[in-house]
């Protein structure tokens, strides 16, 4: 996660296998799993900052 948070500083690491990613100025938000074994990222939620405040990310 240390190389994903130096590439993407503004990305909020949420664990050890999600991130959170703010997009269009903050409009949106991506929520992915990153699993780096497998080098794959699983996008688990793209949605407004608003659908994302209803979201508990631990469970997404």
Do not use: C
């Not at 999600?18 to 688990?44: E, S």
């Amino acid at each position: 996660m240390a190389d994903v948070r130096a590439r993407y500083p503004h990305a909020s690491v949420i664990d050890r296998e999600r991130v959170v990613f703010d997009i269009g100025g903050n409009k949106y938000r991506l929520v992915a799993k990153v699993w780096f074994a497998g080098q794959t990222v699983f996008v688990k939620f793209v949605g407004t900052h608003q659908q994302y405040d209803r979201l508990d990310v631990r469970q997404t």
